[in-house]
């Protein structure tokens, strides 16, 4: 145990109560003991780079090249995702991947290049390997990508895992994205990022890095192109960044570099090039179709650390009711745990938890429990008990059951990298639907324990099964969450097969979106945590992850009401709007910041509600595209370099640009809007692009403004679909999609398509189908129609 060990435990202490400080310190001495037992120490290294090519052997899709001390497998497949792996390593066993690997693409051909290298020429890329090693991805017009150097191993002289490096140039202009969810995004500047899924412990803003949901994947942008580029390692490790310059030095460029050094694992990657929305497309075909919320989960959530009973639970639904406010789900906490234990109630609290779910759900809103991965290690709790029997608990390196700190005091932890495990531990959440739950939002699953903020509650000699090849917690520890969000959402498919599953994860890596969204976790109250939490929401979306939200107002302190209603709007146009508080901060109701406060939130809250059809509609094309609902300004024109900087702002699907305010005492703000026509939503006005404008940005609102063309699904004041059309200019045309949706079940609606065009000086909304054009079968109200 260090003396950072020492500090966090200290400050836990703190936070949680002093019954709990024994315990947390001793967990933190006992998981330090056991990596000191269970892992060898690494002692001399030998170095090792792949050498020089001796041979090549095409096959299927491309082949293998072999080295004097190593061999490099590429494959193309099918979807035009390009896998290469060192050391022999194949795409799969992979946490990563929805299914089997892609089929490979035949017309991809490993052919000889010049001075002694390979290549494979396919339809997006041509990527070149090099006499020493070093790999080129080039556009099919030959302008490089990005260019891998020779990577270089440490091996351990004893034997063990390799160390190694890989180091990557890219174009002087181009721009670094991704890496999973980091608060000084989405744009990420020079500087060295940790792939290690961490509770930091406190609130947190845009300086702190790793937080809850990393991922080795990187979009990057440039004038050449876009890609991506996966790693696919679970192990720890960093990310150091370094932007290019043009003209650095004698008027020569100065390529943009990425160092990424891995403590283990296979070094294999894939790549992924073309445009943005292409990109994102092939990493969803890869990864798997993000999951499909219930329409409820795409309206205004409320949470709180502690309602304390369900009196306050009631008490706080009139309040809405009262106020005319629209709310669709009610978040509890651990509080309502019976002694925290999870899958219990505290029916001394909660007497008629049930007969409270099922009142609520008559009105239209929903309960959505925490779920904790930590079980109270105790005889004679239920779920310790089953899970003891079934051999369920992670172990050490010595076969004992690892034991940590969390909310119930000591507990253990399930090994979800083992299907058994995952079925026993899916099939409890039939208690939580008894119970009257609708969805499940899983907390501290990094996982984190009081003792271990920053790190692992399990020691990093902990062993895991994963998936029967078994392992240590160095390999299985950034994917944990993402096991586990598995086990609930397999175990809801089966206990419910009727609903979609509701499921957040506040930790996750590649691939969680199969199985819900997340939330950006405990946001410090302020207006950097403001900003980091739009930072954090962008960079998971360009990630494959759609659905995600922060927690509005902050997690600690008090915001101002000028700071918690600017964040309230802002959250109005995010995919999870929902409103949370932790233990030592005030209330989150709309009306306890006052009336003037109350009364513009109404405002967020209805045009929130309005906008439902269309989020609907962003949702399923999530899942068929891959494409988040929340985009940057440069999602449609990455060659713009303008927009490629602007991380103020946000595009809403196709439709809509959202500029939030995020400084205090703004009452107008400078946008920039990508070429086309813009509307301004509330005054009418009209902005064209490309450009800088300066918008009003009242108390009562912030800027969204609408593109010319635009068709747009809205709830109509009667409550059916209506479709909102925003006139293209003279001489334009314009269009939209509607996915119709029954807000639960698994059909798959049809996606309706509609054009408008001027025909002389009337606007004609038409909806294209087999037979060709026809009437809208809903209400149109057009907008931005010049007068006269």
């Not at 967990?27 to 060898?40: I, N, V």
């Not at 002692?43 to 190593?70: D, I, L, N, Q, Y």
């Not at 994963?466 to 994917?479: F, K, M, Q, S, W």
Request: some cysteine; overall charge neutral.
């Amino acid at each position: 145990m260090d003396g950072r060990d020492l500090v966090r435990s200290v400050k836990a202490v703190g936070s949680v109560g002093a019954a709990l400080g024994v315990r947390t310190v001793r967990a933190a001495w006992r998981r330090r003991r056991a990596d000191a037992a269970g892992l060898p120490e690494r002692g001399s290294e030998r170095a090792r780079v792949p050498g020089t090519v001796r041979e090549a052997e095409p096959g299927p899709g491309g082949g293998v090249v072999r080295f004097g001390r190593s061999e490099l497998r590429i494959l193309v497949a099918v979807n035009g995702a390009v896998f290469w792996g060192w050391d022999g390593a194949a795409p799969e066993p992979s946490y990563a991947l929805a299914g089997r690997c892609p089929e490979p693409d035949p017309r991809a051909v490993l052919e000889p290049d010049t001075d002694g290298g390979w290549r494979v020429v396919a339809e997006r890329v041509t990527v070149t390997v090099s006499r020493h090693g070093a790999i080129e991805v080039c556009t099919p017009g030959g302008v490089c990508l990005r260019r891998d150097l020779p990577p270089r191993w440490w091996e351990p002289a004893g034997g063990g895992p390799a160390r190694w490096m890989q180091r990557s140039e890219v174009a002087a202009d181009a721009r670094f994205f991704g890496l999973g969810g980091r608060a000084s995004g989405p744009r990420l500047r020079d500087g060295t990022y940790r792939l290690w899924n961490a509770g930091p412990g406190r609130a947190f803003g845009p300086g702190d890095d790793p937080l809850h949901l990393t991922m080795p994947v990187q979009l990057v942008v440039a004038d050449a192109g876009t890609h991506l580029v996966f790693h696919d390692s679970s192990w720890d490790g960093t990310v150091t960044l370094r932007e290019g310059e043009e003209g650095a030095g004698s008027g020569h460029d100065r390529a943009g570099t990425s160092e990424l050094r891995m403590e283990g694992g296979p070094l294999r990657c894939w790549v992924m090039a073309g445009t943005p929305a292409r990109v994102l497309l092939a990493w969803a075909s890869l990864t798997g179709a993000p999951a499909l919320p219930p329409a409820w989960a795409l309206g205004h959530h409320h949470a709180r650390w502690g309602f304390g009973s369900e009196e306050e639970v009631r008490r706080v639904v009139a309040g809405y009711e009262e106020h005319g406010l629209p709310l669709d789900a009610v978040h509890l906490g651990v509080d309502h745990h019976d002694g925290h234990r999870v899958f219990t109630v505290d029916t001394d609290r909660f007497p008629k938890l049930p007969v409270l779910a099922q009142e609520l759900r008559r009105d239209g809103i929903r309960l959505v429990s925490i779920v904790n991965p930590a079980v109270e290690a105790a005889p004679g709790n239920a779920v310790h008990d089953g899970g003891a029997a079934r051999d369920a608990f992670v172990r050490d390196a010595s076969e004992r059951v690892v034991r940590g700190v969390a909310w119930p005091g000591e507990a253990v932890f399930p090994d979800f990298t083992d299907a058994r495990v995952r079925q026993w531990w899916g099939g409890l959440y039939e208690e939580r639907l008894e119970q009257g739950f609708s969805g499940f939002w899983h907390d501290m699953d990094e996982p984190t324990s009081f003792a271990a903020f920053g790190e692992s509650t399990l020691p990093r000699s902990a062993r895991h099964a994963l998936e029967g090849r078994g392992g240590d917690h160095r390999e299985a520890h950034n994917v944990y969450a993402l096991c586990m969000a598995r086990a609930g959402y397999e175990g809801l498919r089966k206990l419910a097969p009727r609903e979609r599953p509701f499921l957040l994860s506040r930790s996750g890596w590649a691939g969680v979106q199969r199985y819900g969204g997340t939330w950006s976790g405990g946001a410090a109250t302020g207006w950097p945590g403001l900003r980091a939490s739009l930072a954090l929401v962008l960079g998971l979306g360009l990630c494959g992850v759609p659905y995600s939200g922060p927690d509005v107002g902050g997690f600690d302190g008090d915001p101002s009401p000028e700071l918690y209603l600017r964040w309230f709007q802002l959250g109005a146009y995010l995919p999870l709007f929902r409103t949370h508080a932790g233990p030592r901060a005030g209330r989150r109701e709309p009306w306890e910041f006052g009336p003037e406060v109350l009364e513009h939130a109404r405002g967020a809250l209805l045009e929130r509600r309005r906008l439902q059809p269309y989020f609907m509609t962003l949702a399923h094309l999530a899942r068929r595209t891959g494409a988040p609902y929340v985009r940057p300004l440069w999602w449609s024109a990455p060659e713009e370099r303008a927009l490629r900087d602007c991380e103020d702002a946000f595009l809403l699907g196709d439709c809509l640009l959202v500029a939030p305010v995020l400084e205090p005492g703004v009452e107008r703000r400078a946008v920039r809007v990508p070429r086309g026509r813009w509307y301004d939503t509330a005054t009418g006005r009209v902005h064209e692009g490309p450009a800088q404008v300066v918008v009003e940005a009242p108390l009562s609102r912030i800027p969204v403004l609408a593109r010319a063309g635009a068709v747009l699904p809205v709830r109509g004041e009667d409550g059916g679909l209506e479709l909102e059309v925003w006139a293209p200019a003279r001489g334009r045309t314009g269009g939209g999609l509607v996915v119709p949706d029954a807000g639960d079940g698994w059909d798959e609606p049809e996606t309706e398509r509609y054009t408008a065009r001027w025909e002389g000086r009337r606007l004609v909304v038409e909806r294209e189908g087999g037979d060709g054009a026809g009437e809208p079968p809903h209400p149109v109200r057009v907008r931005g129609l010049p007068e006269g």
